[in-house]
Each structure stands twice: as C-alpha cells, then as structure tokens.
C-alpha cells in the first residue's frame, strides 16, 4: 500500500515537495523533477536552498515562507495526531489527499521563468505518522493569469464602451435641437425668428460645451462645479422646448402647473441632465401625439417635487423595478439604457429621490424630490 500510494503522489501533475520536522527535503514528484532539473535522490534529507536548483530568488523566498510556516504553525506541536483531522500524510494507509486543496495554510504566486504557480503550505505527518511534517504544492496558474488578464481588459474595453454610450446619449438631445432649430432657420423668412432660432442654437450649443467639459473634469478626477441657485423652473421649459423640437412633436399638449420661482442649490447641469431625459423619453413615448403634464410644488419642508407624466403605452409591469438598471431598454437597439440610470445617479447626487408609476394603461409618471439646500 504504501509502495502504490507513492507511487501515485510520484506520478501527481502538480509539484509535490515534502518537509521533515528540520525542514530538510523527505519527498518530491516528478514534476519537481521536471520543473527544476533534480531528481528526487539528489535533493533528499538537504534543505531546499542546499539543493543548488534554478531560479534561486524564488527559492529563497520559498524557504523563507516555508521557516515561517513552520515558526508559526508547527510551534507547540506535543502530539501531532491532535492536529486538525485534515492532513496529508506522506506514507499513510489512509485516504490519499484527501482534501489538500481545503487545507491551505499559505497562498500565494511565485514565478519561474515565464510560469506562474501559486503554492500552499498544509500540515503533513512522517513516515511514523508522529513526526510534524510540512507539504509544499506548486500548483501552474500561467494560463489562468493570462485569461484573468484578458478578462481585466476585456472589462476595461466594456467600460470604456458603456463610457462612451453615455457621452454619446448626453450629447443627443442639445445636438438634435441645434439640427432641428437650424432647419428651421433654412425655412424663415422672418428675422426675428431667425435670431430667436440663432439663440436656442447658441443655448444647444453651450449646453454641449459644458457636458463636454463635465466629461473631461470627471476624466481628471476634478471635483463637480460647487452648488447654486438654481431655478428648477426656468430649466425645465428650456427642456420642454428642446424636446419638443427635437421630435417635431406639433400634436402633443403640454399642461404645465408651476409654483412660481422655485430655487434649489444644486448643479445647473446636472439638473438639465435630469429634465431633459425624462422629458425627451415622455414625448418620445407618446409618438408624436398626447399630452404632457408637468406640475411642480413646494412642499412644507421646504423641498421642490416635480411630476412629468406621459399618456404614452407605460411600462410592463415586468419592468417597472429595472427602469434605473444600467443598460436596461424598452427601446430595443434604439436605446442606450444609460439615461434613466443616469437620471437617478445625478439625482441621488444632488440629495433627491426619484420614484416612477406606471398603471395600466394609464402612461408613466415621475415624481422627483429635490431638497431645497
């Protein structure tokens, strides 16, 4: 028995090197054999650094480890079979490794040449089955690393995608109402018009600069634009009348219901971000006819609540608690899935609270609270 289970430790394709009570080499397999050019006979009752084997840096800090491990694991060891019942004994008659790779002691990488192997230190008895004993196993990671690796920039590549999708929906909506107001200069006759036009171009036009700006501060890791006043009001017709351009939407009915002069202290182009998705999505929703409601009120403490509801088809059920998920449409490959995860990260930013309904039949309603300070 013992003869067959060295026999199978002999042929193990992980390194296998075993350590007596002194730290000298009792035991290796041939993959040691293999990896470091030694057979087992010539590295027997030596310490591993006596050995004279390749790679001696890492070999130093192998034998390092391995003095500690037994400093630290084996000290005060009176009687070795009250140890832990999990261990690996060299020559038992009991079960051969039996869950080795649960008793780690000890994890790390060491490289050899162009091969990475991680190592683990684990409890092992002598050929007595007294003596305190130490089992070192290399185990090659090298391809593992490699597709961790590879995994690590495919995430990277990921990231930068969904980074430059949510530039791109940003950029959407103040540059499809430049298009939409300079095609309507092309077709005036009157020059106020044309000048009031010209204006809502140079107001799309600065509204692109700053997201562009926004992006590039958050790039550097600079810290957002301080807070100001801010008049929620104000922000939200300019996002009405850019959506409404933007869809060339003549047959939908805005009813707006505002308290006069509402003022917050939050990021002004933050707070257009946020109206102009969700107004966008509710009259792109209602396919060029319907009607929107738009209402907002001061509430006693002092926070602004505002309602935009839609009389489009609404939101399956299905799908009301993933609206804010990253990446999650209704749209199919029209939709990014990025604005309403935006939406709720600039509003929980800025220390309000977005909640959406949905009834049957009834459209989509949003209800956001922005606190006054």
């Not at 394709?13 to 293999?34: L, Q, S, Y």
């Not at 790779?101 to 050899?112: F, G, K, P, R």
């Not at 007595?128 to 690796?149: A, M």
């Not at 319907?290 to 403490?301: E, K, P, T, Y």
Request: charged share 25%.
């Amino acid at each position: 028995m013992k003869k067959h289970i060295e026999d199978i430790l002999r042929c193990f394709p992980e390194i296998i090197v075993v350590f007596d009570e002194n730290c000298k080499i009792r035991f290796v397999n041939k993959a040691f054999e293999r990896i470091f050019g030694k057979s087992q006979e010539s590295v027997l009752e030596k310490l591993i650094g006596e050995c004279h084997l390749p790679f001696p840096e890492q070999i130093a800090f192998l034998e390092k480890q391995l003095l500690k491990y037994s400093q630290v694991e084996l000290k005060d060891s009176c009687k070795w079979g009250e140890l832990p019942a999990v261990t690996f004994q060299v020559f038992p008659d009991s079960a051969l490794l039996k869950n080795i790779y649960n008793q780690v002691d000890s994890l790390s990488t060491v490289h050899l040449d162009h091969l990475s192997f991680s190592y683990r230190f684990f409890k092992a008895t002598g050929d007595k089955g007294i003596e305190p004993w130490i089992g070192l196993l290399l185990r090659e990671t090298t391809n593992e690393n490699f597709l961790r690796d590879q995994l690590v920039v495919a995430e990277k590549i990921a990231g930068l995608s969904s980074f430059a999708s949510g530039i791109a929906h940003e950029l959407n909506n103040p540059l499809q109402s430049i298009i939409a107001f300079a095609d309507a200069i092309t077709n005036e006759s009157e020059l106020p018009k044309s000048k009031e036009y010209a204006r809502k171009i140079l107001d799309g036009a600065n509204n692109m600069k700053l997201k562009i700006l926004d992006t590039i501060g958050s790039i550097r890791s600079l810290a957002h634009a301080a807070p100001e006043d801010v008049n929620v009001i104000d922000i939200l017709n300019s996002s009405i009348e850019t959506a409404l351009a933007e869809f060339g939407a003549t047959e939908i009915d805005v009813i707006k219901n505002f308290e006069v002069s509402q003022k917050i202290k939050a990021c002004p182009n933050e707070i257009r971000q946020i109206f102009n998705v969700l107004v966008s999505n509710a009259i792109g929703v209602m396919d060029g006819k319907g009607q929107l409601n738009i209402s907002s009120v001061r509430a006693s403490s002092g926070n602004t609540i505002l309602q935009i509801q839609d009389t489009g088809p609404g939101i399956p059920r299905e799908c009301i608690t993933r609206v804010f998920d990253p990446f999650f449409t209704t749209k199919g490959s029209v939709g990014t899935g990025l604005g309403l995860n935006i939406v709720y990260r600039l509003v929980e930013k800025n220390g309000g609270r977005i909640d959406v309904f949905s009834p049957p039949d009834e459209g989509t309603t949003f209800i956001i609270t922005l606190p006054a300070e």
